[in-house]
């Protein structure tokens, strides 16, 4: 009960202070519509390699969303912040720019961050690069104490949930606005729900990344993964061969080589509402990702990261007594197969920075869950030991909305 009071104080405080903020950020609005409708803009489309699903004759297999990540759910109402005020004032802010959007019947791209048919019903293409440009100037709270510089590499995580229905909401400013301020290196997006005939449709969505990777399942509007690059990697695989020999077709898996190390990005199965796809996702999808992660590694280092769908330790979970052995994701079988992993020479780089931080990445949709900060830890960026030494820091962005998972992120002092 007592937190219970002491968060309402703290998003009490931060709207307060939200006030405040967001005056500026209007006025920081206003100037830049000025600004930019002064301007020429151009667009350039990002280069987009598509990849295509693999090819499967097995069943569909069985909705990967437990219960409390029902598609069918309504959508979520915007959490009250509980962190800093300074983070509940500047999430307030970010949310004003959106409640003053106006619609107009003509759309043109902006500076190549979109294009006219991603504008639904059309909006002011000044205004809205106005508010991309606003939204994006407000400071996140630092990392580390080292800023990202010539040399370094941070890399971002993200189950969107749909990344249809994320770019629909405010026209995709929110999303790309705080991709533009996190400015990552490189941007992992899990649980895409896009299908390989969609993919001409949101090649723009990002354009600084040039080199965009996308696996998409068999089954429409269901899973998917996709990571892009500003850099090009060495290479590309997108196929994980997980049972009788045949690959994955639900785009679970992408792992990309650079010069210093791997980086694999998978959206892991859940093991379903009634634990019904636990066996498989234990003793075949862990085991052929245990066995291509070990591969890789022999060549280089490897990061790896996603929605791996597993609350490793008590701390990671906000109720485990009553989610023990009942709930996927918080099985004794998924724990001990992540351990597996760890013992394997892996390290759980937020754990490792953060032993005692009880901070989650996942919050149900139902029950107020994100208000009352009953969430789990289930995103994660896993490292191989050696490169552990180079780590800056394994960040957890819980101010952000638009999905039921908030980014992650990692910080190198490595260069791609």
Known sequence: MASHHASRARAMAGTRQSKRLQASVTKAVATAVTKTKTKATTTRKAATKRVAPAKSESPAAADDENDDKNENEPTPKRAKASSSKKNDASKSAWDALFAKQKK???????GGI??????AGGVNPAELQAKIDAFASLELPATSEN????????????????????LKKDEGVYMRAYVAQEDPDVLCLSETKIAADE?????????????????????????????LSKTKPLQVLSELVVENDKPDNEGRFLALEFDRFWLVHTYVPNAGQ?????????????????NKMKELDAVKPVVWCGDLNVAHE???????????????????????????????GFVDSFRHLHPEDKQYTYWSYRFNARTKNKGWRLDYFVTSKVLMDSVLSSFVRDTITGSDHVPIGLELALGL
């Not at 107009?104 to 902006?110: I, K, L, Q, S």
């Not at 979109?114 to 504008?119: E, F, H, I, S, T």
């Not at 990202?148 to 969107?160: D, F, I, P, R, Y």
């Open 274 to 290: 009634n634990l019904d796809r636990l066996d498989y996702r234990t003793t075949q999808w862990d085991k052929a990702l245990q």
């Open 199 to 227: 993919l001409q449709k949101i090649d723009d969505i990002l354009p600084q990344y040039e080199h965009q990777y996308w696996t998409c399942a068999e089954r429409k509007g269901y899973s998917g993964t996709a990571v």
């Open 314 to 344: 008590e701390i990671d979970i906000h109720d485990p007594k009553s989610n023990k052995n009942k709930s996927a994701g918080f099985t004794d079988a998924e724990r001990e197969s992540f351990g597996n992993f760890l013992s394997e």
């Open 114 to 119: 979109v294009r006219p048919a991603k504008l």
């Open 104 to 110: 107009t019947a003509a759309a043109a791209a902006v």
């Open 147 to 166: 800023k990202q510089t010539e040399g370094t590499t941070k890399l971002v995580a993200w189950n969107v949930n749909g990344l249809r229905a994320l």
